[in-house]
């Protein structure tokens, strides 16, 4: 008898598996932008990253709901990639560059304005599928857009520093 393979071929399980990855190289992102961090923005960062490790869950419980297998490898290659993207260089040899926190409060805000399309692409599947909560999506969506404002603060903050104040 032939495994199902529609899991592995269905758009959806696909698509959710994909966002997978993607939380789990944003979630690293934000924990090595937490611990770089000081004062009352590395509070906020680390604030956020207990967010995203919620969102990343919720995910997981949806695609149980819906029965989507997770996919490791896209998992673990969202993780290497983000590891990876950590050798970019961003203009000085030794140490952590000041750049290095601009680039990552915009990969950050990358990161979660993909997590709140996804969430709005599931908020569009909730009214075909009962086992999509339209409640649970809107307050993801919610959070997403609350995440976004705080982030885009600090990307403005971070500019200032690096560019300006510098």
């Given at each position: 008898m032939m495994p199902d393979l529609r899991p592995m071929t269905d758009p959806l399980a696909i698509y959710l598996n994909d966002h997978l990855a993607g939380s789990s190289a944003g979630l690293e992102l934000f924990r090595r932008a937490a611990s770089s961090a000081e004062g009352e923005r590395r509070s906020t960062l680390r604030r956020l990253s207990r967010e995203v490790e919620q969102d990343r869950n919720a995910l997981l419980d949806i695609m149980a709901r819906l029965e989507v297998p997770v996919r490791h490898y896209k998992v673990a290659a969202g993780w290497l990639g983000e590891k990876v993207g950590r050798f970019k260089p961003n203009g000085q040899l030794g140490g952590r560059a000041p750049l290095s926190a601009l680039i990552e409060a915009e990969a950050m805000l990358l990161g979660v304005r993909g997590k709140a399309a996804g969430w709005r692409a599931l908020r569009?599947?909730?009214?075909?599928?009962?086992?999509?909560?339209?409640?649970?999506?809107?307050?993801?969506?919610?959070?997403?857009?609350?995440?976004?404002?705080?982030?885009?603060?600090?990307r403005r903050e971070v500019a200032v520093e690096v560019f300006v104040a510098g």
């Open positions: 569009i599947v909730a009214s075909h599928d009962d086992r999509l909560l339209v409640d649970e999506l809107d307050a993801l969506i919610a959070r997403a857009d609350s995440q976004l404002e705080v982030l885009e603060q600090i």
